[in-house]
């Protein structure tokens, strides 16, 4: 049963926006804080982002702060990643992700569901 999917990734060009979003199953929604990930070709999987259950924390990784807003939307139990000022190094297969740590969890272990992931490539 898939519990968590990605969608709205894509190409884009240096500078740009995208917001990717994560549609998840209700009940883990609902309780769990929801983060997102991203694996570049021949890299491990890095921390992006993660809100709390009720939106009212947020942690960033340093790459990206001041760049990428994450957010939720309980009532469509969907979490967003809207990123503004892409950088050719954003290029990742991005994931969305719900762990029971709340938002300061940051490795991947600490997150019991994945999505299947949606690619970002943005050009130089």
């Known amino acids: 049963q898939v519990q968590l999917v990605e969608s709205g990734g894509g190409l884009v060009q240096a500078g740009g926006s995208l917001r990717v979003s994560c549609a998840a199953a209700p009940r883990i929604f609902m309780s769990y804080a929801m983060g997102w990930f991203r694996q570049a070709p021949g890299k491990e999987r890095e921390f992006v982002a993660a809100?709390?259950?009720?939106?009212?924390?947020?942690n960033y990784a340093d790459s990206v702060k001041g760049r990428f807003t994450i957010s939720r939307d309980n009532a469509k139990n969907t979490v967003y990643l809207q990123m503004n000022s892409l950088k050719p190094e954003d290029t990742a297969i991005y994931y969305c992700?719900?762990?029971?740590?709340?938002?300061?969890?940051?490795?991947?272990?600490?997150?019991?569901?994945w999505g299947q992931g949606t690619q970002v490539t943005v050009s130089s």
């Open positions: 992700a719900a762990s029971k740590y709340g938002p300061r969890a940051t490795r991947v272990y600490e997150y019991d569901y």
């Open positions: 809100i709390s259950w009720n939106g009212a924390s947020t």
